[in-house]
């Protein structure tokens, strides 16, 4: 997918940026094998979707935002830190 694509150096960036901070930064393909549990159990309807598991909840929160630039998605994760 281009969108994916086009967010995989902000993604990786992310995930350097949070590495030791226990958050864990992780990609999960949710078409093919996958997509039934992607639907029914995330609801996820559209792709790429960023999700957030907060230990303390059992559901995940959406990332309500398409920017997919670095700042945004730190941004998104210290505001529900």
Excluded: H, W
């Excluded at 995930?15 to 997509?35: C, M, P, T």
């Excluded at 960023?50 to 630039?69: A, C, H």
Aim: proline content about 6%; glycine content about 4%.
């Amino acid at each position: 997918c281009v969108v994916v694509q086009a967010m995989e150096a902000s993604y990786v960036e992310l995930a350097e940026k949070l590495s030791g901070s226990g958050i864990k930064v992780a990609k999960f393909r949710a078409d093919g094998e996958q997509k039934p549990f992607a639907q029914a159990e995330l609801q996820l309807q559209s792709f790429p979707t960023i999700l957030l598991f907060p230990g303390r909840t059992v559901k995940p929160i959406k990332y309500p935002s398409e920017k997919r630039d670095v700042q945004s998605l730190l941004a998104f994760v210290n505001s529900l830190r």
